[in-house]
């Protein structure tokens, strides 16, 4: 084997380590001490991490990203498909439409989220208000589906044509037609979005700044703005890591148990 | 067989309006004064205000921003593209040596890792190197891609057939040769996906640069720092949203079988 | 081709790099966190720059000032001058040892003792140590609009009762008796304040500290008055922010904006000839007006610039910048003189020094009280509220032991 493919993955494991690992390490270790960020800091152990616990601010935020991110990815899904699977039908215009429903992807979430405030605000104030959670959904679907249609149309595209003449002959309607040859052959597509959407999802922010900004109250505060808020504006930096961390591990649990289910469920 | 579903057509012009009517609300809004912001915010403007955006381009100083914005989001795809690739191709042609397959799992397990975690100690550090500026946050923009775009580039490489790079090595080419010669122009279509994907989260993104930038502002940036300066000047805001929307909504529009073959290929792969 | 496009880039990465300053001049770092007070500051600097031909300053104004603040001071990057509210971060910061000690400059002279007394109060890093200046104090007033007054044969208001009647009376009338902007949080706190700092014992928040108090038991009152007035609001009170509250009250939409004066300057640049009014709240016979520290002025501990920093300050804190900045912003200068002719309603608060500081500067920051005082507001449930003040208020300070 050539001495060269070492020199080729080197500078990118120096440059990864420095700036990600380094950074993620340092995480850890400001997470088990009282740092506001800046100047002196103790170590207190699991402090933390016990403190997490007894929040119930912190639960409040896990309960509301959660509901956030079950309602916006099956939302996503359900319609990324839906529109996926009559644009890769017999229609017209089918390049067009698909360069339409693909816009929201390449625009600012920031910029569509101050663009979505003034709408609700003027229209549906509600959105912002009492139901102020569905405004965060409509946005964050709005611009996820246009995604994930391209997923499924790449998964639509590798079922063979004469699959589904073989079951028109067999008279299935359309539904049946769906339900026993697309998405059976489209299965793994639908994991990879369900699995990628939730971790998106679960990682709100940008949405939630130019929407609401957590609020009325704390009603829209995600677990990643409520880390931002509460470590920069509140100073609990090392409190709100730890946070954090937890999270990261709630994101890998989540995400492991997904695929395994969704997995076993393709294989049926 | 060519019988065509206007049905469906139709129901999905319908739905296609839910992405439409909010752009067309943007630029219309983008175009008006302020009085004629009244009923259903949908008509015409009675009279083209062009002010508007006269003056939100001097009050966010839109030429800087968006030559900031450019800058980065240029830079950082030409050299995720050619430092991505290449690291990728290296994994890829030793994926069962333990050590290069555990670089693997090293690089893509960091999709999972929440920003937060790594905000602060990424501003401190990228402050004490001196690259709290656009150097620093194109090398981030390179350097945080490698994670999933590894994970595109090698699951591409591995389906190249070693047959083409034997046939290179005969003639008596080295490993780098081989690499620039032969694979990275048959990597083409891929670096055409990854190439969009960074643009995309460069010119995008809102989170990176505005912790890790201490005198430079992206075009998103700008909007959140101007926001209580637009005041409620609505016109002048969405005349500014729509400035910053614009220089990508128009390559859109040229580029776009492309971009979506692009990022059809990608999911493809993925 | 791939060398070539790396040449380019390194040329493109030079020259933005090397594009700015091209002269030998001291460029000062200026942190200003008052996006109402930006142009007034433009036009300070422009004056400062001429009398200092070797210093150019640059004003960084950003939302979410505070936070960006912290992220720099993550960045060890203190700003060279700042000006800052004086409110909870800015003790903080002061007592981390941030900012510069004024105690011995001739410049913290000029600031009258008792305004500089409350900014102290908030946090120094040594004992005794002047770790800011106080360069606009601010009042938080119930602002009116006159021809509205004027037009339902309506009095400002002098007592509780009295408010009240009026709110009746500009409802029956078919007017918006207060304009309320829910959207935007904190625009609940003055309110909050101004009934909290009378209606609540004077020695709540040392009780509250050390135990022997809570707001369950002192707060009842102010979260009933509170109740109250937001009850005389405008139905989309949720979908309006701080901006749009401005605006509706300079078009006239309302008969009272329970805000501070430092949202004047901001409506009467959208309506120059408005005519508006203003009262201290009146929640109790006698009651104290509450004032704070509006700008803070200071500078690094150890700033880039050290005596070009210092002549920027200096030239902030004399005595007619901050009356002209006084008198452009509505606020009142922290100097012994009176201040600006729209406040002259609220002045025998200062001459009679009827004063009361903030008393949410006192809640740490992490209690996130504008958020609780949000939800108390669409939902009404006081005791709720309350309690969850105690207990975010106990598990803060659990966490800072």
């Known amino acids: 084997m050539s001495r060269a493919f070492y020199w080729m993955v080197l500078p990118a494991f120096v440059l990864f380590f420095v700036f990600h690992t380094v950074p993620v390490l340092q995480g850890v270790y400001y997470s088990l001490t009282d740092s506001p960020g800046y100047g002196e800091h103790a170590f207190v152990g699991l402090r933390n991490y016990v403190n997490l616990f007894k929040d119930d601010r912190i639960l409040d935020a896990y309960l509301f990203t959660f509901q956030f991110a079950v309602v916006a990815t099956i939302l996503t899904n359900v319609i990324a498909l839906a529109i996926a699977v009559g644009l890769s039908a017999r229609i017209r215009f089918r390049t067009a439409l698909r360069g339409i429903f693909f816009i929201p992807n390449v625009l600012a979430i920031l910029i569509v989220g101050y663009i979505f405030n003034y709408l609700f605000s003027n229209y549906v104030p509600v959105l912002l208000g009492e139901l102020a959670w569905i405004g965060v959904v409509v946005v964050a679907v709005w611009q996820a589906v246009a995604f994930n249609i391209i997923i499924y149309l790449a998964g639509l595209q590798t079922i063979p044509e004469d699959l589904h003449e073989a079951a028109r002959i067999d008279g299935a309607g359309s539904w049946r037609r769906f339900r026993s040859v697309v998405f059976p052959l489209i299965a793994p597509f639908f994991t990879v979005n369900m699995v990628l959407s939730l971790k998106n999802f679960l990682q709100v922010f940008d949405h939630i700044v130019a929407l609401t900004n957590g609020g009325p109250g704390t009603a829209t505060t995600s677990v990643s703005l409520l880390i931002y808020t509460g470590g920069f504006q509140g100073g609990e930096y090392a409190y709100q890591t730890a946070n954090a961390i937890v999270y990261f591990v709630v994101i890998v649990l989540v995400s492991i148990f997904q695929l395994r289910i969704l997995q076993r469920r393709e294989q049926l | ?270 | 081709m791939a060398r070539s496009i790396a040449l380019l880039v390194a040329a493109a990465l030079f020259a933005s790099s090397c594009g700015q300053d091209p002269g030998s001049a001291v460029t000062l770092d200026f942190f200003q966190f008052k996006p109402e007070a930006v142009k007034t500051f433009d036009r300070i600097i422009e004056e400062f720059e001429r009398e200092h031909p070797g210093v150019r300053v640059v004003q960084r104004h950003v939302p979410n000032a505070e936070t960006a603040l912290r992220t720099r001071l993550v960045r060890q990057d203190v700003p060279d001058v700042l000006t800052l509210n004086g409110a909870g971060v800015f003790g903080e910061l002061a007592a981390a040892g941030v900012f510069h000690d004024f105690s011995r400059d001739r410049v913290a002279q000029v600031v009258n003792p008792p305004v500089q007394k409350i900014l102290n109060d908030l946090g120094t890093f040594g004992r005794g140590e002047v770790n800011g200046l106080p360069f606009a104090s601010n009042a938080n007033v119930v602002i009116y609009n006159k021809d509205l007054f004027a037009r339902h044969r309506v009095e400002p208001p002098r007592s509780w009762a009295e408010l009240i009647a009026a709110a009746r009376t500009f409802r029956a009338a078919g007017v918006t008796p207060f304009y309320l902007t829910l959207k935007d949080a904190w625009t609940a706190l003055p309110t909050f304040n101004a009934l909290a700092a009378n209606l609540a014992p004077a020695d709540f928040f040392a009780r509250r500290r050390a135990g022997l108090a809570t707001f369950l038991s002192a707060y009842p009152q102010v979260t009933e008055k509170l109740k109250e007035l937001y009850s005389h609001g405008q139905p989309d009170r949720l979908s309006r922010g701080y901006d749009e509250g401005n605006r509706a009250f300079a078009e006239g939409r309302a008969a009272m904006y329970l805000q501070g004066s430092w949202a004047i300057p901001a409506i009467k640049g959208l309506e120059p000839a408005f005519e508006l009014g203003t009262f201290a709240l009146p929640a109790v016979q006698d009651q104290r007006l509450v004032s704070g520290v509006d700008v803070a002025v200071t500078m690094a501990r150890e700033p880039r610039h050290p005596k070009e920093a210092m002549a920027f300050v200096e030239y902030l804190m004399r005595p007619e910048v901050m009356k002209a900045y006084a008198e452009e912003q509505v606020a009142i200068p922290p100097l012994r003189q009176a201040g600006s002719p729209v406040l002259r309603e609220v002045l025998p608060y200062f001459e009679r020094g009827r004063l009361a500081g903030f008393p949410d500067h006192h809640i740490p920051l992490a209690v996130q009280l504008e958020r609780l005082l949000q939800r108390f507001l669409i939902d009404g449930d006081s005791r709720a509220f309350l309690a969850e003040l105690d207990s975010e208020w106990d598990k803060v300070m659990e966490r800072r032991s």
């Not at chain 2, 905000?119 to 891609?145: C, E, F, H, R, W």
């Open chain 2, 1 to 270: 067989m060519t019988r065509v579903n206007w049905w469906l057509t139709g129901l999905l012009a319908a739905c296609s309006l839910t992405v439409l009517v909010p752009l067309y609300f943007t630029v219309v809004t983008a175009l008006k004064s302020p009085d004629q912001l009244t009923g259903s915010g949908l008509a015409l403007p009675s009279e083209i205000r062009w002010s508007n955006f006269a003056t939100a381009w001097e009050l966010t100083g839109y030429p800087r921003a968006a030559l900031t914005s450019a800058l980065i989001t240029v830079s950082a795809v030409l050299l995720t593209l050619l430092t991505n690739s290449l690291v990728a191709y290296a994994i890829a042609r030793n994926m069962e040596r333990r050590l290069f397959k555990g670089l693997y799992y090293y690089f893509v397990s960091a999709l999972f890792v929440p920003f937060p975690i790594i905000m602060l100690p990424v501003v401190k550090q990228t402050s004490m190197l001196g690259l709290d500026n656009q150097a620093g946050l194109i090398l981030l923009y390179v350097v945080y891609g490698l994670a999933f775009n590894i994970f595109l580039y090698v699951g591409y490489i591995r389906s190249i057939p070693v047959s083409l790079e034997e046939a290179a090595r005969v003639d008596g080419a080295g490993t780098w040769t081989v690499f620039w010669r032969v694979i990275f122009p048959l990597l083409a279509p891929m670096n055409a996906t990854v190439g969009i994907l960074t643009f995309l989260w460069a010119w995008n993104d809102f989170l990176l640069p505005l912790v890790v930038l201490s005198e430079a502002q992206t075009l998103p940036l700008v909007q959140y720092v101007f926001q209580s300066q637009f005041n409620t000047d609505y016109t002048v805001a969405f005349a500014s949203y729509l400035m910053a929307l614009a220089p990508v909504l128009i390559v859109y529009v040229f580029a776009q079988r492309w971009v979506i073959s692009g990022v059809l290929r990608g999911s493809v792969k993925g």
